[in-house]
Antibody, heavy 120, light 107 residues
């Protein structure tokens, strides 16, 4: 069975940094893009970033470009989201999601989510 | 970025009703559209991709249609388990975008 387990959330001060991790299993990890999608409290879903199966291609939402970095370690079946210069409006549940293809289109398996709170 | 607009934002319905949710794209996206269901405190669940292809394990009472800029999600006979929030998502552009969501609540 496919499993996606995201972790690493917590409370961080504005301007601080945090790294989220996502461990996946049950599929050929390197063959699929992986993504992060977030949801602010009481709000809708917002795509954040996608990394291709090989890790060589990355995409970011304008709202996080230059502050967040997505990466993956295919030897560990793990994807990361390094978040720097955090702002209060980055407060959200962050979901890791497996994409349907090497390049990533839609999201067919999701983690349970990890809460990031940016507050002083 | 491609903007996705869902209507209505909230829909009140009864068990057994036929329910239709609309999603409009700010420009043509062919059939590169997915639908998700989300319940409170849970991760979204993929229902439909490529506008009309049902994901494995999703009940056949769910269906999707449309292409270009206008799409619909239909539930032909609403069941108690279907009260949730539904989102569309385009994947024509590499900047993926979601609709704002449609909450289906009990009338």
């Amino acid at each position: 069975d496919v499993q996606v387990l995201d972790s690493g959330g917590g409370l961080v001060q504005p301007g601080g940094s945090l790294r989220l991790s996502c461990a996946a299993s049950g599929f050929t990890f390197r063959s699929y893009a992986m993504s992060w999608v977030r949801q602010a409290p009481g709000k809708g879903l917002e795509w954040v970033s996608t990394v291709s199966g090989s890790g060589t291609t990355t995409y970011y939402a304008d709202s996080v470009k230059g502050r967040f970095t997505i990466s993956r370690d295919n030897s560990k079946n793990t994807v990361y989201l390094q978040m720097n210069s955090l702002r209060p409006d980055d407060t959200a549940v962050y979901y890791c999601a497996k994409s349907d293809t090497l390049g990533g289109n839609y999201f067919d398996y999701w983690g349970q989510g990890t809460l990031v709170t940016v507050s002083s | 970025d491609i903007q996705m607009t869902q209507s209505p934002s909230t829909l009140s319905a009864s068990v057994g009703d036929r329910v239709t949710i609309t999603c409009r794209a700010s420009r043509g996206i062919n059939s590169w559209l997915a639908w998700y269901q989300q319940k409170p405190g849970k991760a979204p669940r993929l229902l439909i991709y490529k506008a009309s292809t049902l994901e494995s394990g999703v009940p056949s009472r769910f269906s999707g249609s449309g292409s270009g800029t206008e799409f619909t999600l239909t539930i032909i006979s609403l069941q108690p388990d279907d009260f949730a929030t539904y989102y569309c998502q385009q994947y024509d552009s590499y900047s993926r975008t979601f609709g704002q969501g449609t909450k289906v609540e009990l009338k």
